[in-house]
């Protein structure tokens, strides 16, 4: 488009291994490929607020089960990455695509899963500390559900 944007394909696989079991040495994995677009600012924008860039894409997340132990979903989402000084921070925000009534496997995983996320990285040196925060925004009691994770 004429707006340095970048195309790009990317997959992670999340593996969580079991090490104290015998029989099941991974109790869970998780497949993530994912199409996205990133659109860098101009410089002006950059030096006025600090946001890098702008990224769109959709995301396809699967534990590889079916049936009752299948967690599938498929999203669109939307980010920006800002930096000021050491501190980069990415807000994402996503929308879950509706599957057709009957076959949606877990209508309600919004529930857990959310909205979005926030994440921050501080850069020092040749290392980096992270920590992500998601909630789903409902804060009734006990309906609240989230995550802080640092990475």
Do not use: C
Request: glycine share 8%.
């Amino acid at each position: 488009f004429g707006l340095n944007e970048a195309f790009v394909f990317a997959y992670t696989q999340k593996v969580w291994w079991q090490i104290y079991s015998n029989s099941e040495p991974f109790r869970e994995m998780s497949f993530e490929p994912e199409f996205f677009m990133t659109l860098p600012t101009n410089e002006t924008i950059n030096k006025a607020t600090g946001l890098k860039a702008m990224k769109i894409g959709f995301s396809h997340e699967s534990n590889g089960q079916d049936g009752e132990r299948s967690r599938t979903w498929n999203r669109v989402y939307a980010s920006t990455l800002w930096q000021h000084g050491q501190l980069v921070t990415n807000l994402r925000a996503w929308y879950r695509i509706p599957e057709p009534e009957g076959t949606d496997e877990h209508p309600d995983i919004h529930k857990y899963k959310g909205y979005g996320d926030l994440s921050f990285h501080y850069l020092y040196g040749k290392t980096q500390f992270a920590l992500l925060v998601r909630t789903n925004l409902d804060f009734d009691i006990g309906e609240n559900r989230g995550a802080v994770k640092p990475e």
